[in-house]
């Protein structure tokens, strides 16, 4: 069970589009469509943004996308905003045993 | 409305024990696999454990396997986490999650957490 590998920090400036990878390995994310993405603002719980790859929860904005290819799945968030800026971390299905592996989290600063 | 709430937290010594419980309501509890995540402070979320709608699959993760145990009883919308044999490493802020659902597994479980409770602080030291 290894944490899946996300960049430490991204940017962007305001009305740009920003990718965060996540790469795993062939046991989790290259095994499973099961990858979700989370906004967790300071002292906040986490918010579900995309779930099974690239499904959108009601109520989040389709600025947010989600892809992924062979081991490694990606966020994109477009026109980005003041209030994008958090931390994001993906997470994914691994098997019977292991339900979920997180990555280590990025965090995104809005120029 | 949709509510997930943590309790039982608290400050332990090295080597004992704590359970924590997490009380649902606003949804239907024994439709949906639940989940504990935990967060470290300053660090990232960690998946703990989870367990399914039935009790039928459950998994941990290696940092806690063999010390915790995961529960629900489904007659009171709750979920627990028996923790054993508590460690510094174990100190964060362990948060209760409710699993999306899916069906590409048998089991229903996706990995995929859409409510969150607040969470509740656990912290090991002597």
Redesign the interface.
């Known amino acids: 069970q290894s944490a899946l590998t996300q960049p430490a920090s991204v940017s962007g400036s305001p009305g740009q589009s920003i990718t965060i990878s996540c790469t795993g390995t062939s046991s989790d994310v290259g095994s499973y469509n099961l990858v979700s993405w989370y906004q967790q603002h300071p002292g906040k719980a986490p918010k579900l943004m995309i779930y099974e790859v690239s499904k959108r929860p009601s109520g989040v904005s389709n600025r947010f996308s989600g892809s992924k290819s062979g081991n490694t799945a990606s966020l994109t968030i477009s026109g980005l905003q003041a209030e994008d800026e958090a931390d994001y971390y993906c997470c994914s299905y691994a098997g019977s045993s292991t339900l979920g592996v997180f990555g280590g989290g990025t965090k995104l600063t809005v120029l | 409305e949709v509510q997930l709430v943590e309790s039982g937290g608290g400050l332990v010594q090295p080597g004992r024990s704590l359970r924590l419980s997490c009380a649902a309501s606003g949804f239907t509890f024994d439709d949906y696999?639940m989940?504990w995540?935990r967060q470290a402070p300053g660090k990232?979320?960690?998946?703990v454990?989870?367990i399914s709608w039935n009790s039928g699959?459950i998994?941990?993760?290696?940092s806690v396997k063999g010390r915790f145990t995961i529960s629900r009883d489904n007659a009171k919308n709750s979920l627990y986490l028996q923790m054993n044999s508590l460690r510094a490493e174990d100190t964060a802020l362990y948060?209760c999650a409710k699993d999306?659902g899916?069906t590409?597994?048998t089991?229903h479980?996706?990995?995929?957490?859409?409510i969150?409770?607040?969470?509740t602080m656990v912290t090991v030291s002597s």
Not at chain 2, 44 to 47: R, Y
Not at chain 2, 59 to 62: E, F, Q
Not at chain 2, 116 to 119: A, V, Y
Request: hydrophobic fraction near 35%; glycine fraction near 20%; charge should be negative.
């Open positions: 696999a989940h995540v990232g979320l960690e998946w454990s989870g699959s998994g941990y993760a290696d948060y999306i899916t590409v597994t089991s479980v996706s990995g995929a957490f859409d969150w409770g607040q969470g």
